[in-house]
């Protein structure tokens, strides 16, 4: 019976931790612009501050959600649904 090849303890670890930080930035990013984009609609359609943190906060937990969806479906380093990334 042939061996199944495993990464190394390295790989995996420093695998994991760059998808980690690139899943983060990934979702700070999402947050941030959503805040910002809400910003930008909070005055013409009377929307308070705290619909806007609820806007932003939605669209983080999306990207989120993209991003270990991403990993679930393709074994990377990386939060992108593009192949090869």
């Known amino acids: 019976m ?3 090849p495993l ?3 390295q790989t995996v670890i420093k695998g ?3 998808y980690g930080r690139d ?3 990934r ?3 999402t947050g941030l612009q959503a805040f910002v984009g809400g910003l930008v609609l909070t005055q013409p359609f009377d929307l308070s501050m705290w ?3 609820g806007i932003a906060g939605l669209a983080a937990a999306g990207s989120l959600l993209k991003g ?3 990993r679930w ?3 990377t380093n990386s939060a992108s649904l593009a192949k090869g990334v």
Do not use: I, Y
């Open 16 to 18: 994991a931790k760059t």
């Open 51 to 53: 619909h806007n943190a």
């Open 73 to 75: 479906r393709d074994v």
């Open 27 to 29: 979702v700070v990013s």
């Open 68 to 70: 270990l969806v991403a």
């Open 2 to 4: 042939s061996e199944f």
């Open 7 to 9: 990464p190394s303890t």
């Open 23 to 25: 899943l983060a930035e």
